[in-house]
């Protein structure tokens, strides 16, 4: 706590709510909760919150406050291919505690969740919300200039669109929430180089319809044959981020390449492919995966995954959401190219 405190005493710059959150040691909806007045805080708490607001010069956003004040009315639309695909659980709990703390914006999130990566369903479902009046767009878009035609569309109707975990090539979409996919391929194969560097890799990846699965699967390849000349690949598999598809087309892989040493999944289907590698005790076979949710939690501390790389979640739905308000609260309507997420790598002694 002394060095928190020191930060109070001199610390004399503007500073958001995500920062003052950091310092005090609370949570974003707690210091939006005191700097609102909205109460429901422990009173010892509200009292360091507002110490270190105002230290960190911490002054509410004007624009924004004018719009309160005229109670315009702020309609989000967030379009997710989320059904059965728990990754996203953590994007859609950091976009809800973002409106929470908009709530004094009259900020509304309508949030529509679709299964896949067909072209006519996410067409379909950016329809049915822009039927719901939406002010702004965020969507994990298919990479189809299909997909890339209707998001000019939308912005022609004078609707930011935000691209949220994947981006798409040549549309109008105004900015990108994410991570790096190609560089986090690139990670990738570095661990896989340090874990093996004669390795036989079987690549299992989500979708080729989304640029964030390709790009995985090309940092990953790139760096391989630019680094790690005795390290093969065995084959590449498509299991569309369905667990069941993923045993079927791993077992059969497993079979056909005695081989093979080394697992890189580039997206969904981990616990699949995992039960498969388990029809062969005898054989050691390293996997890398991407993400941390529960089961591939459990998949590490029993030894079954060798490392993941995180990207951070929550702070990527949040991130959306706080975009898309400042399209609105903001003179300057420019927005950066990509709002980038670190990735993590975590292995058993740190997930």
Do not use: H, W
């Given at each position: 706590m002394a060095t928190k405190e020191y930060l109070v005493e001199v610390i004399e710059v503007s500073a958001t709510i995500k920062e003052i959150a950091a310092v005090a040691e609370v949570s974003r909806g707690t210091v939006d909760r005191v700097l609102n007045n909205r109460g429901r805080v422990n009173p010892e708490v509200a009292q360091r919150v507002k110490k270190i607001a105002e230290a960190l010069g911490y002054k509410p956003n004007s624009a924004a406050k004018a719009l309160?004040?005229?109670?315009?009315?702020?309609?989000?639309g967030v379009l997710l291919p989320s059904v059965n695909n728990p990754f996203f659980i953590d994007v859609i709990k950091g976009i809800y505690e973002a409106?929470?703390?908009?709530?004094?914006?009259?900020?509304?999130?309508?949030?529509?969740?679709?299964?896949?990566?067909?072209?006519e369903n996410q067409l379909q479902a950016i329809d049915e919300l822009l039927a719901e009046d939406i002010s702004a767009l965020a969507i994990l878009p298919i990479d189809d200039v299909k997909i890339a035609q209707k998001i000019e569309a939308v912005v022609h109707l004078g609707i930011p669109?935000?691209?949220?975990?994947?981006?798409?090539?040549?549309?109008?979409?105004?900015?990108?929430?994410?991570?790096?996919?190609?560089?986090?391929?690139?990670?990738?194969?570095g661990l896989m180089g340090l874990i093996n560097e004669r390795a036989n890799v079987l690549i299992l990846t989500g979708s080729s319809k989304l640029l964030s699965h390709n790009q995985r699967v090309q940092g990953f390849n790139e760096v391989i044959s630019k680094r790690y000349p005795n390290v093969k690949i065995a084959e590449t598999l498509?299991?569309?981020?369905?667990?069941?598809?993923?045993?079927?087309?791993?077992?059969q892989a497993l079979g056909a390449h005695p081989e093979i040493d080394a697992l890189f999944i580039a997206a969904g289907g981990i616990k699949g492919a995992c039960e498969a590698i388990s029809r062969y005790p005898d054989r050691k076979i390293s996997v890398i995966c991407f993400d941390d949710i529960p089961h591939i939690k459990n998949?590490?501390?029993?030894?079954?995954?060798?490392?993941?790389?995180?990207?951070?979640?929550?702070?990527?739905?949040?991130?959306?959401?706080?975009?898309?308000?400042?399209?609105?609260?903001?003179?300057?309507?420019?927005?950066?190219?990509?709002?980038?997420?670190?990735?993590?790598?975590?292995?058993?002694?740190?997930?």
């Open positions: 309160a004040t005229l109670k315009k009315r702020m309609v989000f409106q929470e703390e908009l709530a004094d914006f009259a900020v509304k999130v309508i949030l529509k969740e679709i299964s896949g990566y067909e072209i669109v935000v691209t949220i975990n994947s981006d798409i090539k040549n549309s109008l979409r105004s900015c990108y929430v994410g991570i790096d996919f190609a560089k986090s391929g690139k990670l990738a194969a498509v299991c569309n981020d369905n667990n069941f598809i993923a045993y079927d087309l791993v077992l998949l590490i501390e029993e030894g079954k995954i060798s490392a993941t790389i995180c990207q951070q979640p929550f702070e990527q739905g949040y991130e959306t959401i706080s975009r898309m308000f400042r399209f609105f609260t903001e003179q300057d309507q420019s927005s950066p190219e990509s709002i980038l997420m670190d990735s993590i790598i975590k292995i058993n002694e740190n997930i």
